[in-house]
């Protein structure tokens, strides 16, 4: 792991992650930062005093990375509420869309154009409907909806 905290911010750049202005309990006075690298580092001082190589994170360093964690946390939920909404909208917008294929003049065959391939907009409108009543956490790789197919 790699890790840099930086007091006077409260940052805490945990594998190339940063989180700001987070709080955690225990860094001694004096301190202004330190560096990590899997398993060695040192500490900063802003009073002029040597740094310190380290060979063991500090229980301070520790607490900045359950902060950190805990700042990561509710960013991934967060992200994943707003995919969430992304994906219900889009969907929806799938939908309604394609809305017009439900009219029964548009599938009448006593009118001419007539639509053809009703029944693939209705698979198709299926598979969309679901995922806009429970849509996905994750991304979605969605299916175009079928091309309209009209009588001559």
Do not use: C
């Not at 190339?16 to 500490?43: C, H, M």
């Not at 548009?106 to 995922?131: C, G, M, Q």
């Amino acid at each position: 792991m790699k890790l840099t905290i930086i007091i006077p911010d409260n940052a805490v750049y945990k594998d190339g992650v940063v989180y700001f202005n987070i709080q955690w309990d225990g860094t001694p006075e004096k301190v202004r930062a330190l560096q990590w690298n899997d398993t060695s580092g040192w500490i900063e001082f802003d009073d002029g005093s040597p740094n310190e190589n380290i060979y063991e994170l500090p229980d301070w360093a520790n607490n900045s990375i359950t902060a950190w964690d805990v700042e990561n946390n509710n960013f991934i939920q967060n992200q994943s509420k707003i995919t969430v909404i992304q994906n219900k909208a889009i969907a929806q917008g799938f939908l309604f869309s394609t809305d017009w294929v439900e009219i029964p003049s548009v599938t009448d065959i006593s009118n001419n154009p007539h639509l053809l391939n009703k029944e693939e907009f209705l698979t198709y409108r299926a598979k969309i409907r679901v995922l806009a009543v429970t849509p996905p956490i994750n991304e979605v790789n969605w299916e175009q909806p079928p091309s309209a197919q009209w009588s001559s």
